[in-house]
């Protein structure tokens, strides 16, 4: 027989816990973002800089000559021509906004940067479990004079014929335990990225600060959830679940509606960033497709569509540990931001590389992150 008892955190048995966005900005108005980093781009240079006669400096090229391009954040192309066969001005090519992160058109591998992005990142869950199951989160709001909502322990004893056994479990509340599952998620989803998708250099400065951009952000969602003022986890409505989280004690579990979508949000939007980025690749690194902008499909309905999925599971996220407020907060963040920034540098670059080419594709793909809104 096993009989369960919880105790609170004043009895020394448990620990006490607390609050998200998605960017901060800094003094000197520069936006660190991973977006830019997930926002590849289809067109490749491998390094070729036009001179002003219209020649051609490699510093890493193809044995025939040519630089690969391709659209959408990365390409191929052995050639600069648009789909009505201009030839783009050589002096425009390869053109790259110096506030952009991304070295687009740099394509090769920086050890270095590589090995600084995984390991951050892999750091993050690691961090984001220490303030949701552990007392880091009680403790730092703690000393901001935020109340935090008690972690509880349970006493569980188990009788058998040799005699009762007592052991103190803790259980992660089912709230605590999606919200840790999403900064894995995004982490994983980060790193597959890099290694998987991506072609252009990431060098450790971009490493360290898109880590630790994001691992800021994930850090003000647990410390959301944590707090009594401001965590998804104590909001109205409640949805009942089909099954019991835990098993030994027996008790029917809720979730929050605002968990409830954001969990929903965050897993579409996942899906959207990465599949259209898949697609892409795929687009890519077939030959036949030299010189063509990637249209198929997602890539039909928006020009950015990468940048929609990521708002979205950053927007799921945010909703899923303070509520509505920070969602909408983060959402309109990232919307500003894509479109005054990332999408600028984006569409510089693509008229860059494929001209009249690119201006079709504005005109017959009109929604920029958002298919059929924006």
């Not at 009895?11 to 977006?35: C, I, R, V, Y």
């Not at 400065?205 to 986890?233: D, K, Q």
Request: hydrophobic share 35%; charged share 20%.
């Amino acid at each position: 027989m096993t009989s369960v008892e919880a105790f609170p955190p004043s009895m020394g048995l448990g620990s006490e816990h607390a609050n998200g966005s998605n960017k901060t900005a800094a003094a000197d108005g520069k936006l660190p973002s991973f977006d830019k980093i997930d926002s590849k781009i289809d067109g490749k240079m491998n390094g070729k800089h036009a001179e002003p006669n219209g020649k051609s400096n490699l510093s890493s090229s193809e044995p025939n000559g040519k630089s690969h391009l391709e659209p959408n954040g990365s390409s191929k192309t052995g050639t600069s021509k648009s789909s009505s066969g201009k030839t783009a001005p050589s002096s425009s090519l390869g053109a790259r906004n110096p506030q952009d992160v991304i070295q687009r058109g740099i394509y090769k591998s920086n050890p270095l940067g590589t090995a600084a992005f995984i390991g951050l990142r892999a750091l993050d869950p690691i961090l984001q479990y220490k303030f949701l199951a552990g007392d880091w989160g009680t403790r730092l709001l703690s000393k901001l004079n935020i109340s935090s909502i008690p972690l509880y322990d349970y006493l569980v004893e188990t009788t058998t014929a040799a005699g009762t056994k007592s052991a103190i479990i803790r259980y992660l509340p089912l709230p605590r335990l999606i919200l840790l599952l999403m900064s894995a998620g995004s982490s994983l989803k980060q790193i597959y990225w890099l290694l998987g998708l991506s072609r252009e250099e990431l060098t450790p400065a971009a490493a360290v600060e898109v880590s630790l951009f994001n691992t800021v952000i994930n850090t003000l969602g647990s410390l959301l959830l944590l707090g009594t003022s401001t965590s998804a986890s104590l909001s109205t409505p409640r949805i009942t679940l089909p099954f019991s989280f835990n098993s030994t004690t027996g008790t029917s579990m809720s979730l929050p509606l605002p968990i409830a979508i954001g969990s929903i949000m965050y897993i579409t939007g996942m899906a959207i960033e990465t599949l259209t980025e898949r697609t892409r690749k795929k687009f890519k690194d077939d030959d036949a497709n030299e010189g063509k902008i990637c249209r198929e499909g997602l890539w039909n309905k928006a020009r950015h569509i990468n940048y929609g999925g990521y708002t979205l599971w950053r927007a799921g996220y945010a909703l899923a540990a303070g509520g509505w407020v920070p969602a909408l907060g983060v959402a309109a963040f990232h919307i500003w931001h894509f479109v005054s920034r990332s999408t600028v540098y984006m569409s510089e670059y693509m008229q860059s590389r494929y001209g009249d080419q690119w201006e079709k594709y504005k005109k017959d793909v009109p929604y920029l992150l958002i298919p059929g809104i924006y």
